[in-house]
């Protein structure tokens, strides 16, 4: 019974082809998120989806879309990927209404490499 | 987003308490002062959160000045598996959805010495 699940947990690609990454929450929140930590282990936002509506998007390249079929579920395609793309991503959940008193729960990640 | 300010490491023994600081002498009325950890190989972690008031809960206590502008995540007695980074992380509400955002900075690298 896991809260927030992702799949695949590791991911090895060559350059150029295009790739999923699946999110799902059993927890019943209302926002999804996804985050990336790179190399240095910094964690950056990239999307938020609130209700199936884009609240957040960051700074990313057009070539990263998320897609969201209901707010159970995120997930992230990633097409002609380059050797940068290498890195964990992260998917988390809250409740947007509840916060400030709200905590995020995130997933395990899913490690990407990019080769 | 208000910035914070954490010590890159610290080193604990077992079974000893644990005190992360954080300064963020630019917080605002509207900011909650939250934490998390990420231990290796893992998703960060949702630890404790506060506004004002000291805070605990069964995995650790927050302290939090009272001016406010620095705060202090309390281990009470620390395990090989609180071994993480640690991430104070101030979260402003107002202003809606695009704020709701948590923002990690580099936080703590803690180290637990058997």
């Known amino acids: 019974d896991t809260a927030v699940s992702q799949t695949p947990k590791y991911l090895v690609t060559q350059m150029g082809n295009d790739k999923s990454i699946k999110c799902e929450q059993n927890?019943?929140?209302?926002?999804m998120y996804w985050y990336k930590q790179d190399s240095k282990k910094f964690l950056k936002i990239m999307f938020s989806?609130?209700?199936?509506?884009?609240?957040i998007n960051e700074t990313v390249p057009n070539r990263f879309s998320p897609k969201s079929p209901d707010k159970a579920h995120l997930n992230l395609h990633i097409n002609s990927l380059e050797l940068g793309d290498s890195a964990v991503y992260f998917c988390?959940?809250?409740?947007?209404?509840?916060?400030?008193?709200?905590?995020?729960?995130f997933g395990s990640g899913t490690r990407l490499t990019v080769v | 987003d208000a910035k914070t300010t954490q010590p890159n490491s610290m080193e604990s023994n077992e079974e000893e308490p644990v005190h992360l600081p954080c300064n963020h002498s630019?917080?605002?009325?509207?900011?909650?002062i939250h934490w998390y950890r990420q231990l290796p190989s893992q998703g960060p972690e949702y630890v404790i959160h506060?506004?004002?008031s000291n805070v605990n809960n069964r995995m650790a206590s927050l302290a939090i000045a009272e001016d406010r502008k620095s705060s202090t995540l309390i281990l009470h007695r620390a395990t090989l598996r609180d071994a993480a980074v640690y991430y104070c992380?101030?979260?402003?509400?107002?202003?809606?959805?695009?704020?709701?955002?948590?923002?990690f900075g580099k936080g703590t690298l803690l180290t637990v010495n058997p």
């Open positions: 988390a959940s809250s409740h947007l209404g509840r916060a400030p008193n709200y905590g995020y729960t």
């Open positions: 992380i101030l979260r402003d509400v107002s202003g809606g959805g695009s704020n709701y955002k948590l923002t």
């Open positions: 927890l019943g929140h209302d926002t």
């Open positions: 630019t917080i605002s009325g509207t900011d909650y």
């Open positions: 989806y609130n209700n199936k509506e884009l609240i």
């Open positions: 506060g506004l004002t």
